[in-house]
C-alpha cells in the first residue's frame, strides 16, 4: 500500500474514534489482502507524529494506544474555548486516587489508615463511573474487602503509557494544589496477591498497561 495512503487512513481513523487506537484496532481497518505489515503502521505513525511537529496538535501515545491531542503548552489559550472551568477534584478524592495509584491493589481499608479518615462511598463510585479504578480482586482476610487499582482509563486520562511513567510519590507535596491534569507516579508495586490476569487487563480484557 502506498505510504501516503496509509498516512491518510491512519490518521483519520484516529480522528474519528472516540478512543485511542492500538495497532491490533489499527490493524482491524484494512482487509486480509491489503493489510500493512506492523512495521509499516509503526513508520507510519512515526511519520504523522513528525509532521504534527510545529502545529497545534500532536500524536501521542497513551496506555490505550494512539489520539490526537492539543499540546498541553497551549493549555492557557484552548481552554479558553470552553465556558465552563474544568471541574476541580476535592483534595480527599485526589488523595484516595493517588493512593490507590500509588499501592495498588489496595482496600478502603488500607486507604482509611493511611488518610487517618473514612473513604467516602461517593468518592469510589465516582472513580468507578469515570472508569478510573475498578475490583481486581478481594483480599484473603475476614470480609474479603474488595482490591482496587487503576484502569488504562485513569492512564490515558493523565497521558501515560504504563504506571512506571508516573513520577516518585515524594514529588507530590499537596494533594490540594493538583489539578485535573496532575501526574502522579508509582514508586513501587504492592505484592498483594490477588487475580493476576485481573490486574494486567482492563475491562475490555486488554492488558492494563501496554498500547500494543
Known amino acids: 500500500m502506498d505510504s501516503q495512503l496509509l498516512r491518510q487512513i491512519i490518521e483519520g481513523a484516529i480522528i474519528v474514534s472516540e478512543k485511542p487506537l492500538d495497532i491490533a484496532n489499527i490493524e482491524k481497518l484494512f482487509d486480509e489482502d ?11 505513525l512515526d511519520d504523522i507524529s513528525s509532521e504534527c511537529r510545529g502545529r497545534g496538535f500532536e500524536l501521542v501515545r497513551v496506555a490505550s494506544g494512539y489520539r490526537f491531542q492539543t499540546k498541553e503548552s497551549l493549555a492557557k489559550w484552548v481552554n479558553r474555548v470552553w465556558e465552563a472551568k474544568p471541574k476541580k477534584f476535592s483534595r480527599a478524592m485526589l488523595e484516595t486516587l493517588a493512593l490507590i495509584a500509588y499501592r495498588q491493589p489496595t482496600t478502603r481499608g488500607d486507604i482509611e489508615s493511611v488518610r487517618g479518615v473514612s473513604v467516602s462511598s461517593d468518592i469510589i463510585k465516582v472513580l468507578e463511573e469515570r472508569g478510573w479504578i475498578r475490583v481486581v480482586g478481594h483480599r484473603d482476610v475476614p470480609g474479603k474487602p474488595e482490591l ?10 493523565f497521558n501515560l503509557k504504563k504506571l512506571d511513567q508516573l513520577p516518585p510519590l515524594s514529588q507530590l507535596k499537596d494533594f490540594a494544589e493538583v489539578d485535573p491534569v496532575m501526574e502522579l507516579s508509582l514508586n513501587s508495586h504492592s505484592t498483594e496477591k490477588l487475580d493476576s490476569k485481573a490486574l494486567s487487563e482492563d475491562g475490555n480484557g486488554e492488558p492494563a498497561v501496554s498500547a500494543e
Open 34 to 44: 491489503d493489510k500493512p505489515e506492523r512495521e509499516e503502521i509503526r513508520a507510519a
Open 148 to 157: 482496587l487499582a487503576t484502569t488504562k482509563a485513569f492512564l490515558d486520562y
